[in-house]
């Protein structure tokens, strides 16, 4: 499954590009295409040109990692409760459903002490 690319990867693709490419020229773009950098025009992971993939995006280990992954990154955020990973696109705020009943438990103890006073 390709993916958009982030603004900041493109960013990361144009920089490497420009430095590291022997095809690219600043005036003419890509030399043996005589257009622009294929690469400059992407916006989705998936199809590189394959001398970027091969001489130039393994420059960049974290970018290759990123781009030459399937899927989306894995987004999480730590489960308050245990520190657990929880996707931070579900609705769930905790990793699972005993976290979730402590937090239940550990609001409702506050509660009524708040209550008591
Ligand atoms: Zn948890």
């Given amino acids: 499954m390709a993916r958009e690319l982030?603004?900041?990867?493109?960013?990361?693709?144009?920089?490497?590009?420009?430095?590291w490419c022997a095809n690219y020229n600043k005036e003419y773009g890509c030399l043996p295409l005589e257009c622009e950098?294929?690469?400059?025009?992407?916006?989705?992971?998936?199809a590189y040109c394959r001398?970027?993939?091969?001489?130039?995006?393994?420059?960049?280990?974290?970018?290759?990692?990123?781009?030459?992954?399937?899927g989306p990154p894995p987004v999480f955020k730590?489960?308050?409760?245990?520190?657990?990973?929880?996707?931070?696109?579900?609705?769930?705020?905790?990793?699972?459903?005993?976290c979730a009943r402590i937090a239940l438990r550990r609001q409702k103890r506050e509660y009524m002490r708040k209550k008591r006073r």
């Fill in 6 to 19: 982030t603004r900041e990867e493109k960013r990361k693709i144009r920089a490497l590009v420009v430095k």
């Fill in 37 to 46: 950098c294929y690469m400059f025009g992407k916006c989705w992971t998936g």
């Fill in 51 to 70: 001398y970027f993939r091969e001489a130039v995006l393994p420059l960049d280990p974290a970018l290759e990692a990123a781009l030459l992954t399937e």
């Fill in 78 to 98: 730590p489960c308050p409760i245990c520190g657990g990973a929880v996707p931070v696109d579900g609705r769930m705020a905790y990793c699972s459903e005993v």
